[in-house]
């Protein structure tokens, strides 16, 4: 049985108020929906306006059992496998110290208050991103369907990386290592060769252009894919209940493991050589080249990832009194730290490399990404000897696994969060673990392109395109949206009611100002540069792939706004709920008296709705 409420407002004079208030049950055998309280509270009536507010807690959207469970997912999603492998690789190549300034700078000014912003938007509407932005308008549909289809695309590359972790952790338990086998010959070192020919097996670069297909599946690669989504499903396999238990471990481990690492790379001859090579310069030149400032931005806003409607609908279980300004400076700083502190290891090993090998340390960081995790660190994990390599390699590829799946399983829970929201507006009450099955089935068929012997340079030009440009056309879209519809007013109104804190007044004019300036002029930059200079010379099919890609979840914006628009041309085809403004956290509140017609019927339906 379900409560429906039928609330008839008449509404007489200037100084009260009288309702009438029924209830009824229907059976609803045929069609379950989710139960609701409901609780009314009658507002005495001004000079000015009149109306009932009308307080929704919905009994089917559960909430995390603990605070520091909603902290750890976010820190989980937060800190990833970019923190190690292009950070550091970041300030090595932009001066160092003057690049940490920069990455501090962008963070309180674009990337933290964008963050923010999200965790307020998913804590008042108690929604999933797409329910959200559609509650504020129905024109902005489109930001939320993009920002799902971005994270869809990132979830069926990014489980690969965790697969070539998968085949190197196997690896580190063998003696010697496989990649220290051989020597270095036409300057292709052991570990070089392990990862193009045996990982990867991959076509030769030179010869892309002459390709007309993918290439056979690499099956160890598959298999340890299939591995990775059989830990996604057993860690979201009952929701974000089940993801709140799996963070806690997720989060610590990788702490622990870098700081074994920091302290054993400490005692490594050359250690200070990659050090000095990290943090110990300050290049101010740097400050001036807007490609730098590019890279800084890029990297904090791609770390915290804002736009990826993660933040919103995890803040979605959030308690409706939670200090999410408090969460957001914790996860912000965290995120800030472990990217510092994990630098220390990376150009530790790399300086005990240099020093074995006789290589200059800015040679050896000269890779980027796969390349400094898989070739470099590897064959510098290697040089710690027998017994020390093993274990060393084991740590370092365990922590890798275990950030890149603290942010897949907050994506992947994303997905399937929408996935439950759309069958419960139907009427459907889906099993969570159905639900992970499905998901992690439909994303692992969308990873086997990326098994291929093409398969990691179809990574780097998805990795590249819609991972930059799509997210930064989203982030920019959900300032337009604060700009146009939502207003930092009511963002302060809404922290403010939650739990007594305020925005501070220069995020509220980076809000306004500042950050979608910055957000435009990075993404047109980006762009340019990539119409003048076609990505790493990869061929044309790829190319058309990524901007393919790139373009495909933004269609949906325009053509949102312009159904908006044609159902605003004829509103007889639009229901009168449609009309009635949501509040904070699943509140309604009716219009004045002078707005609201005699009688308004408030059918579930409506209210789900909305």
Not at 112 to 137: N, R, V, Y
Not at 431 to 437: D, E, F, G, Q, R
Request: aromatic share 12%; proline share 5%.
């Amino acid at each position: 049985k379900l409560q429906f409420l039928y609330f008839i407002g008449n509404m007489t004079g200037e100084e009260q108020a009288s309702t009438d208030l029924r209830i009824e049950e229907q059976d609803l055998n045929d069609r379950p929906l989710p139960e609701f309280d409901a609780s009314v509270t009658l507002m005495r009536s001004t000079r000015r306006s009149t109306g009932v507010r009308l307080s929704l807690v919905s009994t089917m959207r559960g909430q995390w059992e603990n605070p520091t469970d909603y902290l750890m997912v976010l820190l989980g999603y937060a800190i990833g496998i970019g923190n190690l492998w292009r950070f550091p690789y970041l300030v090595g190549k932009w001066g160092g110290g003057s690049f940490v300034l920069a990455y501090i700078i962008c963070l309180l000014l674009v990337a933290s208050p964008l963050f923010l912003m999200e965790l307020i938007w998913g804590q008042a509407a108690q929604k999933s991103t797409m329910d959200c932005l559609t509650a504020m308008h129905p024109r902005w549909l489109g930001v939320g369907i993009a920002s799902a289809g971005l994270v869809s695309i990132v979830s069926g590359y990014y489980n690969i990386l965790l697969a070539y972790c998968c085949v190197y952790i196997v690896g580190s338990f063998q003696d010697p290592l496989p990649w220290m086998e051989g020597n270095t010959t036409n300057g292709v070192s052991p570990a070089e060769r392990y990862w193009t020919d045996t990982v990867l097996n991959a076509y030769p670069e030179d010869s892309l252009n002459g390709r007309t297909g993918m290439g056979p599946v690499q099956w160890h690669l598959a298999v340890s894919l299939i591995v990775v989504y059989l830990c996604i499903w057993a860690a979201l396999c009952k929701g974000h209940e089940s993801l709140a238990g799996v963070a806690r471990l997720m989060v610590a481990m990788p702490v622990v493991m870098i700081t074994i690492l920091v302290v054993r790379t400490l005692f490594l001859p050359g250690m200070g050589d990659g050090l000095e090579f990290y943090l110990g310069k300050f290049d101010g030149e740097t400050l001036l080249k807007g490609e730098m400032w590019a890279a800084a931005c890029g990297q904090i806003l791609f770390s915290l990832s804002p736009g990826m409607g993660t933040a919103i609908t995890m803040s979605s279980f959030t308690r409706p009194t939670e200090n999410v300004l408090r969460v957001n400076i914790i996860v912000t700083i965290c995120n800030s730290m472990f990217s510092l502190f994990g630098g220390i290891a990376v150009f530790g090993i790399l300086g005990n490399l240099s020093h074995e090998s006789g290589t200059p340390v800015e040679v050896l960081a000269s890779r980027s990404g796969t390349g400094l995790a898989f070739i470099t660190i590897a064959e510098g994990l290697g040089s710690f000897g027998t017994g020390w390599g093993q274990v060393m390699s084991i740590l370092f590829f365990v922590m890798l696994l275990t950030l890149g799946l603290d942010s897949s399983f907050a994506w992947i829970e994303t997905l399937n969060t929408y996935l439950n929201d759309i069958l419960v507006s139907q009427g459907y009450r889906p099993k969570k673990w159905v639900t992970a099955l499905a998901s992690s089935v439909v994303l692992f068929l969308t990873g086997l392109p990326y098994c291929t012997k093409m398969g990691n340079y179809l990574l780097d030009t998805v990795d590249h395109y819609p991972t930059t440009y799509t997210l930064l056309f989203i982030v920019f879209m959900e300032l337009v949206v604060l700009r146009v519809t939502y207003t930092t007013t009511r963002l302060n109104n809404e922290l403010k009611e939650a739990c007594g804190a305020t925005i501070p007044r220069f995020w509220i004019f980076t809000l306004n100002w500042l950050a979608p300036l910055i957000v435009l002029v990075l993404v047109t930059y980006l762009v340019v540069e990539d119409i003048r200079n076609s990505y790493k010379g990869y061929p044309d099919y790829l190319q058309a792939v990524g901007w393919s890609l790139f373009l495909l979840p933004l269609t949906f914006i325009p053509f949102t706004m312009v159904r908006s628009w044609w159902q605003g041309l004829h509103p007889q085809r639009v229901r009168a709920m449609s009309r009635t403004r949501p509040v904070s956290h699943g509140t309604f509140e009716t219009p004045p008296p002078e707005q609201m017609p005699s009688t308004a019927t408030i059918a579930t339906e409506g209210l789900f709705k909305l």
